[in-house]
Nanobody
């Protein structure tokens, strides 16, 4: 079965950096686009970044462009989210996600807290 396991979250000061990882299994990783989402308390879940499967084309939410970088290694079945110049408003639970055969799968999430 599809499994996504995120790690790398934590508490960081404003302006700092974190690197989130998502280890994937249960599907042919190299064939699917991978996404990072986040959900802050009281807010809807929002798409942060997407990376395509083969060409590794990336897209970002406007709020993180120029600060976050999504990347993947198809030999390690892993996708990362490098987060730089973090802001208090980046505080959220971050999820890795993949859509396989018309079903969307989510990891358990990793908490990112940015203090001022």
């Amino acid at each position: 079965q599809v499994q996504l396991v995120e790690s790398g979250g934590g508490l960081v000061q404003s302006g700092g950096s974190l690197r989130l990882s998502c280890a994937a299994s249960g599907f042919t990783f190299r064939n699917y686009a991978m996404s990072w989402y986040r959900q802050a308390p009281g807010k809807e879940r929002e798409l942060v970044a997407v990376i395509s499967s083969v060409t590794q084309t990336t897209n970002y939410a406007d709020s993180v462009k120029g600060r976050f970088i999504i990347s993947r290694d198809n030999t390690k079945n892993t996708v990362w989210l490098q987060m730089n110049n973090l802001k208090v408003e980046d505080t959220a639970l971050y999820y890795c996600s993949v859509r396989v055969a018309s079903s969307t799968y989510w990891g358990q999430g990793t908490q990112v807290t940015v203090s001022s």
